[in-house]
C-alpha cells in the first residue's frame, strides 16, 4: 500500500522569484505557522538556514522536515560540469537534511521569471539540439542522484521548454527511468491547458513527488489574452491552495491512492501573502485535503 505524506511549500509566505512579496515574513514564521496548520513536511525556501545543524534544530522543535528543494538546472545555456557542481552541493545538502527527492527544472532558456516577457506568446521551445542535451544531462545529473540513493524529479514548468503534455511525452521518451523521474503539478498542467488526469494515470509509475496547486482559470485567460508574464500572473492570483481555486483535487487523490502512490504531496500556491494571509491559507488547504482525501 501506498503513504502520501503531505507537505506545504514556503512560497506561501515569501515568494524567491520577488522577494518584494512577502519579505515581511521570517523563516521561523514561515515554519511555525506550517507547523500550526498542521503539516509535517516543507521545501526549502530562499530565507531556509543552509548550516544544516541550525535548519534541522528549527524544523524538529515544529516536528517539521525537509522533504525536497527546487534546484535549478542550465543545460542549455552553461557547461554541464557546472550544473554538476552546483547539483552536488545541493544533493549532499538535502541528504543530510533528510530528504530523498530533488526537484530539478531547466531554467536555461526559461521565461518565468522574466516579468514583462508574455507567459503563453514567448513560450521557449527547445531546437533539436537542446533535445539531445537537456535529456543527457538529465540523465548524468540522476546517475549522481542515485549515487547518495535519491530520486532526481523533473519539474514541468510554465515558461520553460517543458510544459505541455507532448513536451513531458518528449522528456520521459528521452530520459533513462532508472534516473529521471517526474515531478506531478497540477497547477502548471491545467493552467497550460493539458489533460492533468491523464498525464497522472500516464506517468503514475515514474512520478515520485506531487505538487498540489489550484488554478483560478478566469485570471489564467486574463494573462493569456493579455500578453502578460507568469510573474504577473502570480500578482493577479492566477494560482492558489487546493480547494480555493477551480480544479477538484478528488479524482488526483483517487488515481494517487488507486496506484498506491507512496511519497510526498506538497501544497503550493504562489500568491502574494499580503492579499492571502499565508496561515489562513495553510489551514484552509490542510481542512480541504483532510475533508476530500482523509489525510
Same mark, same amino acid.
Given at each position: 500500500?501506498? !503513504?502520501?505524506?503531505?507537505?506545504? %511549500? ?11 512579496? $512577502?519579505?515581511?515574513?521570517t523563516f521561523e514564521q514561515c515554519i ?10 516543507? *521545501?526549502?525556501? $530562499? ?94 545529473l540522476g546517475v549522481l542522484a542515485k ?18 503534455? *507532448? &513536451?513531458?511525452? !518528449? ?19 491545467? %493552467? ?31 494573462? !493569456? &489574452? ?18 480555493? $481555486? ?23 500556491? &504562489? ?8 496561515? &489562513? ?15
Open positions: 500500500m501506498g !503513504k502520501i505524506q503531505l507537505g506545504i %511549500c514556503p512560497i506561501g509566505w515569501t515568494n524567491d522569484d520577488m522577494p518584494d512579496l $512577502g519579505k515581511e515574513n511555525s505557522e506550517m507547523a500550526l496548520a498542521g503539516f509535517t513536511g516543507c *521545501e526549502v525556501g $530562499g530565507k531556509f538556514p543552509r548550516d544544516t545543524k541550525v535548519l534541522k534544530k528549527a524544523l524538529s522543535l515544529r516536528k517539521l522536515v525537509i522533504a525536497s528543494a527546487w534546484f535549478s538546472s542550465f543545460l542549455t545555456s552553461k557547461p554541464y560540469d557546472a550544473t554538476a557542481k552546483s547539483f552536488i552541493e545541493h544533493r549532499d545538502f538535502l541528504y543530510e537534511m533528510g530528504a530523498r527527492v530533488i526537484v530539478v527544472a531547466e531554467q536555461g532558456n526559461s521565461i518565468q521569471g522574466q516579468i514583462d516577457t508574455p507567459l503563453f506568446a514567448n513560450k521557449p521551445h527547445y531546437t533539436k539540439e537542446q533535445w539531445k542535451i537537456v535529456p543527457e544531462g538529465l540523465n548524468k549515487k547518495k540513493d535519491m530520486t532526481l524529479v523533473y519539474h514541468h514548468h510554465m515558461g520553460t521548454g517543458v510544459q505541455t503534455e *507532448e &513536451e513531458i511525452d !518528449k522528456l520521459m521518451e528521452l530520459t533513462d527511468p532508472d534516473y529521471v523521474s517526474l515531478l506531478y503539478d497540477s497547477g502548471h498542467l491545467v %493552467c497550460s491547458g493539458e489533460d492533468h488526469l491523464r498525464i497522472l494515470e500516464k506517468y503514475i509509475d515514474r512520478i515520485k513527488h506531487v505538487h498540489l496547486k489550484d488554478v483560478r482559470t478566469k485570471i489564467v485567460k486574463k494573462v !493569456k &489574452e493579455e500578453n502578460l508574464s507568469f510573474l504577473k500572473g502570480v500578482r493577479m492570483g492566477m494560482f492558489t491552495v487546493p480547494g480555493d $481555486g477551480d480544479i477538484d483535487f478528488k479524482p488526483i487523490f483517487s488515481i494517487l491512492n488507486k496506484h498506491n502512490y507512496n511519497g510526498w504531496a506538497l501544497v503550493e500556491a &504562489e500568491q502574494d501573502p499580503a492579499i492571502a494571509n499565508p496561515l &489562513e491559507y495553510a489551514q484552509k488547504a490542510r481542512a480541504y485535503v483532510k475533508k476530500i482525501a482523509n489525510l
